[in-house]
């Protein structure tokens, strides 16, 4: 089921009492986000699919036009996570990586249909930042309409010091309090696949920032973390452990369906003449997107395990009625 901007400030409360992370999932296309919530209905787990500005505005969604692409890429999500075959799947549908001008047009376009909303503050001052969330926060107010929101500082610039908790993660929360429920400060991490595991990651910065943004805000808040493609195993479960409730997940999940699309038109090749007899069943989109879920919901499974998730799903629904 598409959960609600309340219902997924309940799912962060939930997996930090149980400590364990959602699996947020950069999702590429309308297969990517169908193998996603089958990895999660096999694992019982509540998952997270995330959409950027590429996507929006990509040829599977928007075409050029983020606004179309907002939509279509609801319709998308909404039609299957309400479909009997997910139904037991608690799903958050959330922005990532929207910047530039059209920021606020897309996320208040966004603000009536989305479980949660953030914003990329790389290219924003802490002003601006602090203004945008604010921007957000005063519409949804005015309309009277539901927000959960990720505030981010810094991610791909090394561990953020606690005093950005204090002037910005505070700011928000004091100018409009109770919007928030994720907080995104650098413990580490950087975007794309990293090489070398990331050794200045911090499991005790994950801690500090979790433990202070709720102490400023009077209520538990979870860390997203970015930049995890390249962390290793034993520093992403270290991450749950220190208070890490939503996992990005967005560079090797890229990685694996290319390479699995790759091999497909390699092993596939002879298939693809004009006069071999199962060209058409060979060229047609299903037997290309068979192939790379074959070898890419495994993968989320694996990931959805290592975060802690599995079988909390039916749990999380079945604890607050949503069943």
Same mark, same amino acid.
């Given at each position: 089921?598409?959960?609600?901007?309340?219902?997924?400030?309940?799912?962060?409360?939930?997996?930090?009492?149980?400590?364990?992370a959602v699996l947020a999932v950069n999702a590429d296309s309308p297969a990517a986000v169908y193998d996603v919530l089958e990895a999660a209905r096999q694992c019982d787990a509540p998952v997270i699919i995330e959409t950027s500005l590429w996507q929006l505005k990509?040829?599977?969604?928007?075409?050029?036009?983020?606004?179309?692409?907002?939509?279509?890429?609801?319709?998308?999500?909404?039609?299957?996570?309400?479909?009997?075959?997910?139904?037991?799947? &608690?799903?958050?549908?959330?922005?990532?990586?929207?910047?530039?001008?059209?920021?606020?047009?897309?996320?208040?376009?966004?603000? &009536?249909?989305?479980?949660?909303?953030?914003?990329?503050?790389?290219?924003?001052?802490?002003?601006?930042?602090?203004?945008?969330?604010?921007?957000?926060?005063?519409?949804?107010?005015?309309?009277?309409?539901?927000?959960?929101?990720?505030?981010? /500082?810094?991610?791909?610039?090394?561990?953020?010091?606690?005093?950005?908790?204090?002037?910005?993660?505070? /700011?928000?929360?004091?100018?409009?309090?109770?919007?928030?429920?994720?907080?995104?400060?650098?413990?580490?991490?950087?975007?794309?696949?990293?090489?070398?595991?990331?050794?200045?990651?911090?499991?005790?910065?994950?801690?500090?920032?979790?433990?202070?943004?709720?102490?400023?805000?009077?209520?538990?808040?979870?860390?997203?973390?970015?930049?995890?493609?390249?962390? &290793?195993?034993?520093?992403?479960?270290?991450?749950?452990?220190?208070?890490?409730?939503?996992?990005?997940?967005?560079?090797?999940?890229?990685?694996?369906?290319?390479?699995?699309?790759?091999?497909?038109?390699?092993?596939?090749?002879?298939?693809?003449?004009?006069?071999?007899?199962?060209?058409?069943?060979?060229?047609?989109d299903n037997g290309l997107q068979a192939y790379v879920a074959a070898r890419y919901v495994p993968k989320v499974v694996e990931r959805i395990k290592l975060l802690g998730g599995f079988v909390a799903g039916a749990a999380f629904l079945a604890k607050h009625g949503?069943?």
């Amino acid at each position: 089921m598409l959960l609600s901007p309340a219902q997924t400030r309940a799912l962060v409360v939930d997996a930090l009492h149980h400590k364990y992370a959602v699996l947020a999932v950069n999702a590429d296309s309308p297969a990517a986000v169908y193998d996603v919530l089958e990895a999660a209905r096999q694992c019982d787990a509540p998952v997270i699919i995330e959409t950027s500005l590429w996507q929006l505005k990509g040829r599977s969604f928007g075409g050029g036009d983020a606004r179309l692409g907002l939509a279509r890429y609801h319709a998308e999500v909404s039609l299957l996570a309400n479909h009997a075959a997910f139904r037991q799947v &608690p799903v958050v549908l959330h922005t990532d990586h929207i910047k530039g001008p059209e920021t606020t047009a897309i996320l208040e376009a966004a603000l &009536p249909i989305y479980s949660s909303l953030s914003l990329d503050s790389s290219e924003m001052t802490p002003a601006e930042n602090i203004a945008a969330i604010g921007k957000l926060c005063a519409n949804a107010t005015q309309q009277r309409q539901p927000l959960t929101l990720e505030m981010e /500082a810094g991610v791909d610039a090394g561990v953020s010091p606690l005093s950005d908790c204090d002037t910005l993660f505070a /700011a928000a929360e004091k100018n409009h309090p109770g919007y928030l429920a994720w907080w995104a400060p650098g413990v580490g991490t950087q975007h794309g696949l990293g090489s070398d595991g990331y050794p200045t990651f911090s499991a005790e910065a994950v801690a500090a920032h979790q433990q202070r943004a709720s102490e400023v805000a009077g209520r538990p808040i979870g860390i997203a973390l970015h930049g995890s493609s390249g962390l &290793p195993a034993a520093s992403l479960q270290a991450a749950v452990r220190s208070g890490v409730a939503k996992v990005n997940w967005s560079s090797e999940s890229l990685l694996i369906r290319s390479q699995a699309a790759q091999e497909y038109f390699a092993t596939h090749a002879a298939q693809l003449d004009k006069k071999h007899k199962d060209w058409k069943n060979t060229a047609m989109d299903n037997g290309l997107q068979a192939y790379v879920a074959a070898r890419y919901v495994p993968k989320v499974v694996e990931r959805i395990k290592l975060l802690g998730g599995f079988v909390a799903g039916a749990a999380f629904l079945a604890k607050h009625g949503y069943v």
